[in-house]
């Protein structure tokens, strides 16, 4: 019998399996073991953390191959890579590498300002950043297999992520109550393709999973993001960045799947040491905010 | 019959959902009193370490593994597959099992998520039209003990079934057929709780 690799019901049904979990980013074998431990339903190989990305600029780009090996070699759980939006070079290069998923990142410096990769193009799936519907729905399009609202990564400082949840949640719930005939306008103003956008107004859902990132450094913070809908969640500098990341790890894995139990949330937040120190948003330079990467 | 569906991590409101199209009662489980006011259980697909691991953190893990062995009717899909299984091949380290079902499975089997695939399969007893089965860095079967039947095979083994367990290396919750959660419930959770109740 004939088998179908790479189709849109492969690629979407894995983030499926990855909903109500938490993807950690590492930047070696040792931190991604910790991650597996504490029991993250993923790792996102990358050499320098958003918080360092931020603080040590200069151009940031795809990881060494070698480093994502090592990583992959190390554990059973799936793991992510990040390519330069746009830089579809990177992606090919990441998808020979067997990674199961590449993330098209603002983290790293974008390399196209026009054009996002043409994710159809490849049997891996990609997750996309977004920072509203519009915005999610011109990567699903593209042929992004889950979504992400990107938050402001590298800050510890959840306001972003907030915004971005509250935006892409209030468009859908506003989608569900216009008339058939008012879809058309809807679609021309979010820049949006109209079937999707129909197809959002009638389930009231994106048609992909859809976690969040950018800044949730602590276990109520990643209760806060699923109560406010996310299926899952990244964690990027919030966790390395902290005291005791193997303590922070496994409480924040706890409290995606208790995100609505304020007693167990309590639990799991004690004595977990310093949270990463973080920036404020408000604080930072237009030029230096990631979450306006991305078109 | 009252279904439950391990809640902790993964694909549990699709198994959900799939339940409630087939007529039964079915609840999402994350406690032990949860676990202890259902007939019959769902272990989701997700990530098998990370299921396991909250299990154990949430006091479940013994009492799953004491209902199974009492006789719960039990369907694990993909890394319910490897919960329920015996023996792991290409585990994590100190990886846990609640077990009950007498196989070997390997992780990850198939590859990479470059290397998952859906395909048409026979399942027995379900043939017209054949499952459409999603295969998701799925694991498959390496060797059955005397008393597990096989239903469907893609290379190796990839749904298995010993007296009240079920356990399929792909998802019939991603594609809308529910034909395996009816045959779980009729044909293996019904028979085994009317059987447990004579007795």
């Known amino acids: 019998m004939s088998q179908n690799v790479g189709t849109a019901r492969v690629k979407r049904g894995m983030a499926e399996m990855l909903k109500g979990g938490v993807i950690m980013d590492v930047v070696n074998v040792e931190q991604a073991k910790i991650a597996e431990a504490a029991g993250a339903v993923a790792v996102m190989a990358l050499e320098r953390v958003p918080a360092d990305i931020r603080a040590q600029g200069g151009v940031a780009r795809m990881s060494d191959p070698d480093m994502i090996e090592k990583i992959k070699a190390a554990v059973s759980i799936p793991v992510m890579a990040k390519a330069r939006i746009g830089h579809f070079v990177e992606a090919q290069i990441l998808q020979s590498l067997g990674v199961d998923y590449i993330d098209e990142s603002e983290v790293l410096t974008p390399a196209d300002m026009e054009n996002h990769i043409d994710k159809w193009n490849f049997t891996i799936p990609f997750v996309c950043g977004a920072t509203n519907l519009g915005e999610a729905l011109r990567r699903i399009n593209e042929g992004a297999a889950m979504i992400r609202s990107k938050g402001e990564a590298g800050t510890g400082d ?3 992520a907030m915004t971005h949840m509250r935006s892409i949640g209030g468009e859908i719930r506003r989608l569900s109550t216009l008339r058939e005939d008012e879809l058309y306008v809807a679609a021309k103003n979010m820049q949006a393709p109209y079937d999707l956008v129909k197809e959002v107004a009638e389930t009231g859902k994106l048609p992909v999973v859809l976690f969040t990132a950018g ?4 276990p109520a913070d990643a209760a806060l993001m699923m109560q406010m809908g996310a299926d899952g969640v990244f964690i990027g500098s919030g966790i390395y960045k902290s005291g ?5 790890a496994a409480a924040c894995v706890k409290a995606t799947t208790f995100f609505d139990d304020p007693k167990v949330l309590a639990d799991v937040s004690r004595g977990l040491g310093e ?6 948003v408000a604080d930072l330079p237009v030029a230096h905010r990631l979450a306006e990467r991305g078109w | 019959m009252r279904v439950g569906v391990l809640a902790l991590q993964g ?4 198994h959900l959902f799939a339940l409630e199209e087939c007529g039964v009662s079915a609840s999402l489980i994350r406690r032990p009193s949860e676990l202890a006011a259902v007939d019959a259980l769902v272990l ?3 990530e098998s370490t990370a299921i396991a691991n909250l299990a154990r953190s949430f006091d479940l ?4 593994k004491a209902r199974i062995s009492a006789g719960m009717p039990v369907y694990g899909s993909c890394a319910g597959m490897i919960l329920l299984a015996d023996r792991v091949l290409d585990a994590a380290v100190g990886q846990e099992t609640f077990g009950g079902l007498d196989i070997t499975v390997r992780r990850n089997a198939f590859g990479s998520q470059v290397d998952s695939f859906e395909t048409d399969l026979d399942f027995a007893g379900i043939t017209n039209p054949p499952v459409r089965a999603v295969f998701i860095r799925a694991p498959w079967v390496e060797s059955v003990g005397p008393s597990v039947e096989v239903f469907a095979t893609f290379e190796h083994a990839v749904a298995v079934r010993q007296g009240a367990l079920l356990a399929t290396s792909f998802h019939p919750e991603l594609t809308g057929d529910n034909r395996i959660h009816r045959f779980f419930i009729e044909s293996v959770a019904r028979p085994a709780l009317e059987k447990a109740a004579v007795k």
């Open chain 1, 244 to 248: 005791d990341p193997a303590a922070r």
């Open chain 2, 44 to 46: 989701p697909g997700g």
């Open chain 2, 11 to 14: 694909d549990f409101r699709e």
């Open chain 1, 158 to 160: 959840v306001s972003n």
């Open chain 1, 215 to 218: 800044g949730i450094a602590t």
């Open chain 1, 275 to 280: 949270a990463m120190v973080g920036i404020n």
């Open chain 2, 61 to 64: 893990f013994d009492p799953l």
